[in-house]
T-cell receptor
């Protein structure tokens, strides 16, 4: 099946620094990717929808200046957590939509664990 | 927005037995997809089973089957012959059939398999 990768798989950073997380669709083109956030023992919450060549659509309550999303190519979307703080520590998961299938199957990346000290 | 409810935060089952996980959802749409995802400790989301709302026949994947009741907006997952590897967090999810739409996830059910 299709594969979606994320890099890095985990990152530890100091408070105030910025962290970039990459989401790649490895064997298909994805005009749309989604970024989710998951706190321990909780469900996945959609943060934003990333569209290739246009601005991302953010969910209510998600700061667009805090979580910068860039979908510069059909296989890559990046999420940058700017001026990270300890409360940004979480598990971030992306998914990519495969338009080759009628059902537009979506595939999840393996996730990125972010710890802000 | 659509809502997905999983009323069982934790469930346990004896190895080789059968367990059913519950899920209900709320939507005004007629065309959509429903999913069950498994999230083991690695936290990689693994698709267990998918159901198209326009199909009356319940989906089945080996030991996993669903009971889809469209009118009741219910979508339960039955795991037969439970195995130790089935232990994980299970999320029920809804996705509109309209193009480009995201998943709406339930709060999850933590399944423990007792040897």
């Amino acid at each position: 099946g299709a594969v979606v990768s994320q890099h890095p798989s985990w990152v530890i950073c100091k408070s105030g620094t910025s962290v970039k997380i990459e989401c790649r669709s490895l064997d298909f083109q994805a005009t749309t990717m989604f970024w989710y956030r998951q706190f321990p023992k909780q469900s996945l919450m959609l943060m934003a929808t990333s569209n290739e060549g246009s601005k991302a659509t953010y969910e209510q309550g998600v700061e667009k200046d805090k979580f910068l999303i860039n979908h510069a190519s059909l296989t890559l979307s990046t999420l940058t957590v700017t001026s990270a703080h300890p409360e940004d520590s979480s598990f971030y998961i992306c998914s990519a939509r495969d338009q080759r299938t009628i059902q537009e199957t979506q595939y999840f990346g393996p996730g990125t664990r972010l710890l802000v000290l | 927005a659509q809502t997905v409810t999983q009323s069982q935060p934790e469930m346990s089952v004896q190895e080789a037995e059968t367990v059913t996980l519950s899920c209900t959802y709320d939507t005004s749409e007629s065309d959509y997809y429903l999913f069950w995802y498994k999230q083991p400790p690695s936290r990689q989301m693994i698709l267990v089973i998918r159901q198209e709302a326009y199909k009356q026949q319940n989906a089945t994947e080996n030991r996993f089957s669903v009971n889809f009741q469209k009118a009741a907006k219910s979508f339960s997952l039955k795991i037969s012959d439970s195995q130790l590897g089935d232990a994980a967090m299970y999320f029920c999810a809804y996705r509109s059939a309209r193009t480009g739409n995201q998943f709406y996830f339930g709060t999850g059910t933590s399944l423990t398999v007792i040897p």
